[in-house]
């Protein structure tokens, strides 16, 4: 660690706990407390990456992760910031975006080729001929992007956290501590994020020899950690800014959900690059990373060099550098007059050569670049242009930047406050600013560390007041700085084209004349046309300079130029906290356990899982599903229906209320019936299906679709407050288990089993009975969907389980099988029964699904009725009818959704909705949707597969299985 | 995330709530216009400013309404249907 | 009549066959419901208290929950014995005037212990710890709408969660492996 700085107070490392670690290859070392940035500075590494573009080395330029510049894999994390990640033992690291290591990596000659790569020249390039694309995508994927990603890990579980508060103060620094101690003092609940691993923000670095500020921050920052009302979160990121104060904050585990009653934004500023030339190389970096290296990280980030600025902060930072042993040349001031305060004497009584109205025109690199071996230093002329022709070449390895800051904006802005730019201070002011939101610090143009920390009280006070816990006046508002911290324009043009504006995408300042000139002159579309502000640190050491230069190509002033739109994530987020712990419920029906047990297959039904078939042997699928349809087509089966939607619909309206909502009639339904009933939409269109059954004179008991029951019960709670109808609506969807016992065999079984007289006579086709099933209170209904003599047996959810496993015990001698959806898909398509959404679509109305039957005539109004009559009036273009093919037919078979063409294949006239290969009648069936013409049974229809071949089929009429009902009435 | 303040269970998160599109008069259908009727079915107007919508909660099975401004997604107030002056 | 121990299971069954200390599934709870614009007249002629306002509860005679889900509807949660669901279950087939009984088979857990905030935290967007406790709160917990009803005891608080049967199995895993994790 050779440029590791003697022990000093305030770092942050732990000298007796060293760190071993790999980068590239080899083994290096650094202290607990180090990131992975300031471990490698420690050991001489400043060539820490490559750029995303040209490849072009790189160095760390914020040291706060406010660059891009620093990204590492470790193989199965990808881009890990090296700014504000901590070093542990045993990290293997590389640079991302190189091919074969960083120092020789193979794609760095595309810089050669940089010419030839204009601003928009992937829109340019590749998009003719169109052909080509795909292939050219191919090749830019592979050689653009940051790091890889590795699809064989396993997901992680992050969690996701919700978190309330009464005060939200996001940043550490004196106005932060001053906020939070405010604001928690007057009674409020506290939360404090802080980016990095201590408080203190700037307080901690940018001292200037003034190392009383270091105490005086050091004893806020233990109240603030004493304080029972704050909550401090370190090494947290206010990342987001959504509705309502709804503040996510990101943090190397998880993502936390903040909901903050008030908020005060006190998180500082970022410190701006100088463009010029090569102003990218490692050894060009920001005075305050040189100053975070120094003070948190003891370690000397330069042996030599020259500082740039335009303000009193990088006097103070030579001050330090100069102090921790960097020799420092010269400070190069672009202001004409120079630094007037105190610290320009402190600073040439240690030894340090001033030039004012003066800039680094060039940094000169070394061989291969990945460092610098000087700066040209050239006068600025009246109009702050740089006399090219007196430059001096002054050696150095090392240019520290402090030409200015730009206030934290996004977050701020994202919350809706908006800026204005101030011409006195040459940076952006909070403008407008909704109510329960503060801002305090540099961001209100306050660089003096007391008046920081004064403004912040005054912010943590507001809130507090807000809140109604303070209720005394409030302190009075410090002044903003009387001079700018910012130089007005930092950027000087060199033809060398490598003045850099935006490190993360590679643009420099010709890339955005070149834009401006093509006709992109609005900050949001010239953002768009160059990627600049795109790359991962978005924009925040490019998108001010981008400002500053689109107002001077546009000649209008900063004010009017705007910038462009902050929008959530301020930073990079890994998306795996954006999934959490991925919560996916899913329903379980009361037999759930049984059908695991008994080797079903289960597939989703909407929000339910529900048995496909059951295992049995090694058979196949489809023979499992055959065997189970002739099961219930013999003797008996048995199948889950607890997904059914259950309703009751209760009350004296309930009659009307569900001739409102059916097309059926129900007034005249007797006791202890049912009947099969359709529900439309307002465009008259085919919604629901299912039975209403009447169990006393007001009690209506109702099933609906199961991926459609929710839905359509919140439809009839709205329907039932809009007609105001007295009628009491119970959804016991989940409150019943419910199975259908079919087949010829079903009433033998099921007698034994229950108190209810099953004799044909007492219990016939569509009727409803009550009773016990099992010894339990059960509801019976006989019906034929399948098309046999059948009994659907609904009981409690709890008890049906037991119900289930009693009924399959007593009738197992008698072959009573379990038998899945797709049996029982099979079994009602042989029956012509439709299935909604399966047979019908969106724009399925009842004459086209031949469900005229159900419409009860003369009704003056039901949903949907108005559209179906007008749609009655129009010439049918569709009907559904049955399909079939010959026993042993040879050809390819369709499958669902394939279409039915006219003989020459020109004309769609419909398609298949369902399908099966094999049937209990031993022959291909289908159901379909075709064009009026050809629903004569005996058309023979043409229906093109997947593969283009053509499939022969006949229409069949419906249903294909026992046409006289005889079975199901039995 | 947004909170909506459902008239019976309070200010919650709006992942709680499902949206029921915005309140519309329904024509009578007895004596309305083939016209009429189509407007009312397909047609909706998507101008800003303030509507009233329908808006359920979830958990509780709450249908209520809520005047939201759809310019700038302020929500005016929130009542039950028919309740509309007793908030 | 549908209080039969023998009869009934938990939609959990399979998944508590370790007690776990911060998750409690109460299988031997027993509810009822009933519903409709006569139930105030109807408890009042039974004898029946009833919480005067929605989600506010009371608790019976028999430690059965009374809670009350909306002007017109009331569940009933009686432990073990069952004696006032089973007492409502007798009369109110006979019941009339425009209330109607119920079924209610929503599983009942306990949350309690020191992880329960953290686990409400990560999967409930309410504010749990500063609800009113013995006041039923319908919100969603990881995904799933339930009931939550926050109990004071001496040693802080529980958490009374009603959710459907079908979504039990969903919720009770998905809280247990959290409990776990945290």
């Known amino acids: 660690m050779i440029r590791r700085l003697p022990e000093q107070a305030g770092e942050w490392i732990d000298r007796t706990r060293p760190i071993p670690f790999r980068f590239e290859n080899r083994d290096w070392q650094g202290y607990a407390g180090d990131v992975i940035t300031s471990a490698l500075y420690a050991n001489d590494i400043r060539f820490v990456g490559r750029s995303f573009k040209y490849h072009r080395p790189r160095g760390s330029y914020s040291l706060a992760d406010h660059d891009a510049n620093v990204l590492f894999t470790d193989g199965s994390h990808t881009n890990i910031r090296g700014d504000v990640t901590a070093v542990e033992p045993g990290m293997n690291l590389y640079a991302v975006n190189t091919f074969g290591g960083l120092a020789n990596d193979r794609m760095r000659f595309v810089e050669k080729f940089s010419r030839c790569m204009p601003v928009g020249f992937y829109y340019k390039a590749f998009h003719r001929p169109s052909l080509l694309f795909p292939f050219h995508e191919i090749m830019i994927r592979k050689v653009a992007g940051l790091g890889t990603a590795n699809p064989s890990l396993p997901p992680p579980s992050s969690p996701k956290e919700y978190a309330w508060c009464d005060l939200l103060v996001v940043g550490s620094g004196p106005s932060g501590l001053g906020a939070a101690l405010a604001g928690a003092d007057a009674g409020a609940d506290v939360f404090l994020v802080e980016e990095q691993p201590q408080l203190g923000g700037s307080s901690l670095w940018q001292l200037g020899r003034d190392e009383s500020i270091r105490e005086t921050v050091h004893s806020l920052v233990q109240r603030v950690e004493q304080h029972p009302r704050i909550r401090v979160r370190p090494q947290t990121l206010a990342s987001g800014f959504y509705s309502d104060h709804w503040v996510a904050l990101v943090d190397e585990e998880k993502l936390t959900k903040l909901r903050a009653r008030t908020v005060v934004f006190a998180n500082g500023a970022i410190e701006q690059p100088v463009v010029f030339q090569n102003n990218d190389l490692p050894g060009v970096m920001l005075a305050s990373a040189a100053q975070r290296l120094l003070r948190l990280y003891a370690v000397k980030p330069f042996d030599r060099v020259i500082v740039t600025t335009a303000n009193t902060d990088g006097y103070r930072a030579a001050i330090d550098l100069k102090e921790a042993g960097v020799e420092v040349p010269v400070v190069v001031d672009l202001r004409p007059g120079g630094e007037s305060s105190e610290l320009r004497q402190e600073a040439e009584e240690s030894g340090i050569n001033i030039q004012s109205g003066a800039v680094v025109w060039e940094a000169l690199p070394t061989r291969g670049k990945t460092g610098i071996r000087g700066a040209l230093v050239c006068p600025l002329d009246s109009n702050g242009h740089p006399h090219t022709g007196h430059g001096t070449a002054v050696p150095c390895d090392g240019i520290a930047l402090s030409a200015g800051w730009m206030p934290s904006t996004p977050l701020p802005a994202q919350a809706g406050i908006s800026f204005a730019y101030s011409r006195e201070l040459e940076q952006w002011m909070p403008d407008k600013i909704p109510d329960r939101l503060f801002l305090a610090g540099r961001v209100n143009g306050i660089y003096d560390f007391e008046a920081r920390h004064l403004d912040g009280k005054r912010a943590g006070f507001a809130a507090a007041r807000t809140l109604g816990m303070y209720h005394k006046s409030l302190p009075t508002c410090p002044s903003p700085s009387k001079k700018p911290h910012s130089h007005p324009y930092p950027i000087y043009a060199h033809p060398g084209k490598k003045n850099f504006v935006d490190f993360d995408e590679d643009i420099h300042l010709a890339d955005l004349v070149n834009a401006h000139q093509e006709g992109y002159d609005s900050s949001e579309l010239l953002k768009r046309y160059s990627t600049l502000g795109m790359g991962p640190s978005q924009g925040k050491l490019s998108s001010m300079n981008a400002v500053r230069i689109l107002s001077s190509l546009n000649g209008t002033p900063i004010e009017l130029t705007g910038t462009t739109t902050s929008r959530p994530f301020y930073t990079p987020v890994p998306i795996g906290h954006l999934a959490g712990r991925r919560f996916h419920p899913i329903r379980h029906t009361p037999m759930h356990d049984w059908h695991e047990q008994h080797r079903a297959e289960m597939t989703h039904a909407g929000s339910w899982y529900r048995p496909e078939y059951y295992h049995r042997e090694d058979e196949s699928r489809e023979k499992r599903i055959l065997s189970e349809a002739t099961a219930v087509r013999t003797s008996s089966g048995i199948i889950d229906l607890s997904t059914l939607g259950k309703i009751f619909i209760n009350g004296p309206d309930a009659a009307e209320f569900l001739e409102h909502i059916y097309t059926g009639r129900f007034k005249k339904l007797p006791v202890g019936k049912q009947r099969y009933v359709i529900a439309l939409d307002e465009s008259g269109m085919v919604v629901e299906d299912g039975i209403v059954a009447r169990l006393t004179e007001d009690v209506y008991y109702v099933t609906a679709t199961s991926s459609g029951a929710e839905h359509f019960y919140r439809d009839l709670q709205r329907w039932q407050i809009i007609w105001e109808m007295e009628v009491t609506l119970v959804n016991a969807t989940a409150q019943y288990a419910a199975m259908n016992i079919a087949g010829p065999l079903s009433r033998e079984l099921l007698a034994p089993l229950s108190t209810v007289d099953l004799s044909p006579e007492a219990f016939p086709y569509l009727g409803v009975r009550q009773g016990e099933v099992a010894g339990v209170r059960a509801l019976l209904l006989r019906v034929g969907f399948v098309g046999e003599l059948g009994y659907e047996v609904h009981v409690p959810a709890s008890q049906g389980l037991h119900v289930w496993e009693t009924i399959l015990a007593g009738g197992r001698d008698m072959g009573l099988e379990p038998f899945g959806v797709e049996a029982q898909r099979l079994l009602r398509m042989e029956k012509g029964h439709l299935i909604i959404g399966h047979d019908t679509d969106a724009l399925t109305h009842p004459q086209e699904a031949g469900v005229m039957w159900t419409l009860g005539k003369g009704k003056s109004f039901y949903t949907g009725g108005k559209s179906a009559e007008i749609i009655g009036r129009k010439p049918l273009t569709r009907r559904l009818v049955g399909l079939r093919w010959p026993t042993g037919y040879p050809g390819p078979l369709p499958e669902e959704c394939n279409l039915v063409v006219d003989a020459k294949g020109e004309n769609i006239l419909g398609r298949v909705t369902s399908i099966a290969h094999h049937s209990t009648l031993g022959h291909p069936i289908g159901m379909g949707l075709l064009h009026p013409k050809i629903t004569q049974p005996g058309t023979i229809v043409h229906i093109r597969l997947d593969n283009g071949a053509v499939s022969r089929a006949e229409v069949a009429s419906l249903p294909h299985y026992d046409p006289k009902n005889e079975r199901q009435l039995g | 995330m947004k909170i909506l303040t459902c008239p019976i269970n309070g200010p919650r998160p709006i992942q709680e709530f499902e949206y029921g599109g915005e309140v519309r008069i329904i024509p009578n259908s007895g004596n309305c216009s083939d016209d009429e009727w189509a407007d009312y079915v397909f047609n909706r107007n998507g101008e800003p400013g303030v509507k009233r919508e329908w808006w359920y909660h979830l958990a509780s099975g709450t249908w209520f309404i809520a005047e939201r401004n759809i310019r700038n997604d302020d929500i005016v107030r929130t009542y039950l249907w028919g309740k509309e002056g007793t908030t | ?182």
Request: net charge negative.
């Open chain 3, 1 to 182: 009549m549908n209080t039969d121990p023998a009869t009934r299971r938990s939609p959990v069954e399979t998944l508590r066959n370790e007690p776990h200390p911060d998750i409690y599934d109460l299988p031997n709870s027993y509810k009822v419901g009933l519903k409709g614009p006569g139930l105030v007249t109807w408890l009042r002629k039974e004898n029946i208290a009833i919480p005067s306002a929605t989600y506010d509860m009371i608790l019976h005679n028999d430690n059965s929950l009374i809670v009350r889900i909306a002007p017109d509807e009331v569940i009933i949660e009686s432990p073990d014995s069952g004696k006032l669901v089973c007492h409502i279950n007798r009369r109110c087939d006979r019941a009339d005037g425009g209330v109607y009984r119920t079924e209610q088979q929503a599983a009942t857990f306990l949350l309690c212990g020191p992880k329960t905030h953290i686990v409400l935290e990560q999967t409930c967007g309410m504010n749990m710890a500063s609800a009113h406790a013995e006041q039923i709160i319908y919100t969603r917990v990881a995904g799933v709408s339930c009931g939550i009803i926050p109990e004071e005891n001496e040693s802080g608080r529980n958490y009374r969660i009603w959710v459907d049967y079908s979504l039990a199995p969903s919720l009770f895993s998905t809280l247990r492996d959290i409990c776990d994790a945290v």
